[in-house]
């Protein structure tokens, strides 16, 4: 069996920031946006963890931890948009969003 | 049995009127004249046409009890000073009522109510009369807190006929109506949701008159919503 | 070969006991798996068990008997509930999410059952542990709201879903104040020499043994309020009286899990009463010493560890002598023959169990490390472990007797403006006390 | 105490939430069982605010006290409005009274409020002897007023026990049940039933009290003084049980009036009312009794009240015990009761509120038509202002407040 | 790890830490192929709660590699805060808005083939990227000490014994990006200011 380096857990970072990127690009729901943004900054995470182990230091866990910090704020600042969206347009379509006002 | 409850001329005195209890303050029941008065409408019930009524028994025989009495206090004397025959008092067994035509019974209710402080709605019923060309008889029992008073509204209307609501009046009197409307059909006008209220609302008759017999049903109603054959 | 095996088998287990690491931490994954399933039959036994005595002590809070029929006192009542909801039809509402309705339960029993893996009954007596033991805890017991929220969801009806809305809410609340009652129990640890504190679970004890303190008395009285708030929390955690908004059944009928029936609703029981044991273990550890018998400073000594080292066979035989009174107290008529057998057994396997403890107990009374007093020390750390969790799940009983249920607003302000505060002036007060005193 | 004024019954006549579409609605489509067209328009929304979400709550519900279908509009958890179905236990009852003798139909109202049935018996009875002019035996009378007294204490440690339930605290209801327990024992001994007692005859009561009857009814006063005091000390001081009922459910005086509100939720709200004392029936002019009244009209104000009757039910008791005269139980009533042409209105206060009957007479020995005025069915009227506002936790609470029987409001 | 520990690894119980479960390979293929097809799923389910319970998976079973790279501290954050809080409010906010409407709906938008096709071109790059710069990424990988990991951490976050550390500064700018967030969250959902 092949030891398992860095280069694995980047492709599998890197095959989550694609399922992300297309889950961003391709869908209508406002939510599965916001939970593919969640699967790309969790990828961007598993990139910077590898990297820590790598490099033997502990830089990279700490921006992950940031990088959680941030998700969580684009979380509650996302799903409030939608909420305050929703109650206007009945809708949480990204193509019928598609006013710059409500 | 009626008219044998009503011919019988020397009325006994009414001793026993202000004993049940110490209803009514305010009528002074001892100076009204003793007489019978004749038009009282619970005077002359029809005969129940339900045939299940048992056989008409001695009833000449035994002494009749009380009757009505006109009943003289300054209440019935103000209205009746404004609205003349159409409303008249009496009074039996100590209990005051107030005999009114149909056509005053928004305004003699808010009346009542404002001027005379009857604040408390109790009950709103109906009587069905069947053999009467009027066929329904509106009770409104009314109570005084104030006065510690209670009266008794009755008017009558014929089948079909709507009467304005009193929900304005007390607002107690929506489902009161909604029950009366359900049980006899009386359509009160300007009831903010009149529809059945104790009967599911596609039920098809009204249980309450006298031509709807004890046993009757809406087979239809029962077939389709029950699934069963009959609710019996 | 058997030969062998004989030979091997106490070596085995004396290279175990004699270990003093969580078999996690020394990476035996025998006896790591060993450990997993005796946590899993015990939670489940101790679910039971507690089940027949919430309704019993229930019942007698309320002048009832609760279950005497099925065994000597309704002893039998939670195996044969088991086997009545195992047997029941397996209802799934038509228009629920077959897949979610189906996969719920099993969220909350999965979040329910992995907090066990950290839970230090003792100090080797866990299956691992964790460095991020009391992070990992409590992350994992946050995930049984998912199951909850699911489980709502998934019913395709109203009364579950508000039961989920407000479980959740009031979870994830309720996880505020008990994450920062947690957090300054976790600064206490760091008063230390070298002012390193410790996420472990058994680190956590450990600082309390070394600092001879239960946190409950540290900096009295922060350590008590901290107790407190999560005490408080934990209830609200778990959904249970008064803040059992969740499935409030006289509003909600039975809440998120109105449509489950049957296994599935044993399930959701399963993972509740589990849950309550596993919060109970949190707080044991964090504030009340863990595995640490009490006066642990004040009454030392070899003598007073052997009077110690009997209490576990004593309870068992005051147990063991209730039983006894009971079949004593039962009326002599033919009809209970067989539950006083029934009874006499059952109080004859405690005083067995009794008459076992304290046999080890004496042998095991010796300092020198035997298999004996091994053996010994183990019993006494998990029974202290158990003897406090028991009170804990005894108070929870006694709340559900006694008070009214919160409405949910007034919970979210208990919640917020309330515990949030208190929870974090207290850690800051804790911060500034500990700084100062080092 | 004011009568309220045009501008107060016009605040309170938005009951029902009601729009006329639905009624038009419910003549197309008859053919659908009661209720099935809510009043309330889009029952498919969610819990966001530009929307409402209509709830069911019963009629199979463990918080309705019987089969009482309430469909609340909620915004989130907030109740918006509420309609409540009622009807499912409609036994016809005023229909069968008129096809019954007055005397057969007598044991029928122990069936509406069955947790009542004394006084229903009571008001039933009293009812018919006013008819006939005829007046109970002083000593029926006193029998009447224990029996009715111990029913009272016996209807409020139900409502008790249940309203408690229904705030969260289990306890109360069986230390409730325990101590209404020795109630029926007394009642079972007096006329063999515990529930439906049909305890009264008309004239007077069917039976003599048995032996120790009275040392009975002493010991029981003695036995559930401190059980009352015990059920407060659960309860009154609670903060939980304070916060989940005060300022809930507030029905003010004028309110209550207007809606006809009757019973202890008319004296919670400060209405000094009791027909014992404003229009005394029975023996009750000759107790010394008081009338417990509250201030604010919430739950927790009801709840003392409640309690507060419990106990001034006690003290007419024991003066009815130990006063009691010798006599006949029955006064003279014929054998085939015939009253007169006449209608009479008579009302007692029921445990629940004014209990009236309504009844004409023909002359004959059947009634020509019976009203029952219930006093639930009137006061569950009021559920709707009550609850406005309040959260889903709270209409639960006020349907226990309110004490409703259903088998008396849709007798 | 503590010096108790330490001093007890040697007493009778063979030890077998230099081969802990964590760095077995059939753990890491397991966990990656868990985290790729669930994470398929969350971009590709119709229903919203399905995608979010597939996101949930996702998110443990990076947990699970986070373990695997000696990063139990940001393991243990990513559970809490992402499993335990994210999705509840994920699942909370879908419950909210209405469901049934979307699943009957089209689930991906005109412009898919688009989006589709850059996102083919990313993949793509990243596996030239991968393919070419193999050399970059040495094979072996560093181990970390894990069970100082979280005390490491915290020296970082918060510096140690008087100084500052590096991130200090970014961490409390972390937190007020937080209560920006906390705030903007609130403002936007309360109907009326």
Known sequence: MVPITTIHYLVVAAALFVLGVIGVLTRRNVVVILMSIELILNAVNLNLVAFSRMWGNLHGQVFSIFITVDAAAEAAAGLGILIAFFRNKETVNVDEIDLLKW | MAEDAKTPAPPPPPEGEKKPSAEMPAAPVSNAPVKPVAPAPPAKPAVPADSTTPPKPAAPAKPT????????????????????????????????YLTVKSELIPNILRLLRDEEQFDYCVDITAVHYPKREKQFDVVWILYSFPRNERLRVTTQIADGASIPSSVSIWPTANWLEREVYDMFGIQFDGHPDLKRILLPDGWKGFPLRKDYGILQQDKEWVQINLGIESGQ | MPNMIAIWMPNFIMSYLGSTVTPGEAGSQFWALIYVLIIFAGVSVAVMSMNWLERKALAHFQIRLGPMRVGPHGLLQPIADALKLMLKEDIIPSEADQFVFWVAP?????????????????????????????????????????????????SNSHYPLIGALRSSAQMVSYEVAMGLAVVSAILMTSLNEKGTGTLSMIGIVRAQEQQGIWFIFKFFPLGLIAFIVFAIAMIAE???????????????????????????????????????????????????GGWMRPFVRLLHGPSWDFIFSLFPGLTFLGLAAIAFVGVLRMPAHSFFKIQKIGLEAFGGLLGFIALMLLVIAIAGRSQDPSIGSRLNESIGYIYWFLLKVAVFMYLFIWYRATWPRYRFDQLMRVGWKVLLPISLAVLIVTAIVGVLVA | MSAPTGEDTKNISHLAPSNRENSDQGETERKNVGGNDLTFENPDKTYLDSNELIINMGPQHPATHGVLRVILKLDGEKVLGTECVIGYLHRGVEKIAENRTYTMFNPYVDRMDYVAAVSNGLGYCEAVEKLLNVEATPRAKYIRVILTELNRIASHQLWLGTHALDIGAMTPLFYTFRDREEILKIFEKYCGARLTTHAFRIGGCQYETYAGFEKEVKNFLTFVAPKIDEYETLLTTNRIWMERTKNVGVISAADAIALGVTGPVLRASGVKWDLRKAQPYAAYSEFDFEIPVGTNGDTYDRYLVRMAEMRQSLRIIEQAVNSIPEGPIMAKVPKVIKPPVGEIYHSIESPKGELGYFIVSDGSTQPYRLRVRPPSFVNLQALDIMVRGLLVADVVAVIGTIDIVLGEVDR | MNPAMNSALNSGLNSTAGMAPVATPYFFYGLAALAVVSGFLVITRRNVV????????????VAGLYLMLYAPFVAGVQIIVYAGGIMVLFLFVIMLVNIERSVKERRFNSMWPVGLSAAGALFTLFVFAFAKGRALFPDRMMSLPESSNTQQIATMLYGDAGKIGPYTFAFEIASLLLLVAILGAVIMTKKKI
């Open chain 5, 50 to 61: 399905h995608s979010a319970l597939a996101l949930i998976v996702t998110l443990l079973s």
């Open chain 3, 238 to 288: 778990t959904n249970r009286a008064p803040f059992d908004m969740a499935e409030a059944e006289s509003e909600l009928t039975a809440g998120y899990h109105t449509e489950y029936s049957g296994l599935r609703w044993s399930l959701f029981m399963l993972a509740e009463y589990a849950a309550m044991i596993a919060v109970s273990s949190i707080a044991v550890t964090l504030w009340l």
């Open chain 2, 65 to 96: 009890g009380p009757v009505p009495l006109l009943w003289s206090s300054p209440l019935v004397e103000k209205y009746r000073s404004q609205y003349g025959t159409a409303l008249e008092g009496q009074t039996y067994l100590g209990q005051n």
């Open chain 3, 106 to 154: 099993l969220i909350g029993l999965l979040a329910a059952f992995t907090v066990y893996t950290v839970i230090p009954f003792g100090p080797s007596q866990a299956v691992s542990d964790m460095n991020i033991g009391i992070l990992f805890m409590l992350g994992v017991s946050s995930l049984g709201v998912l199951g909850v929220v699911v489980a709502g969801w998934a």
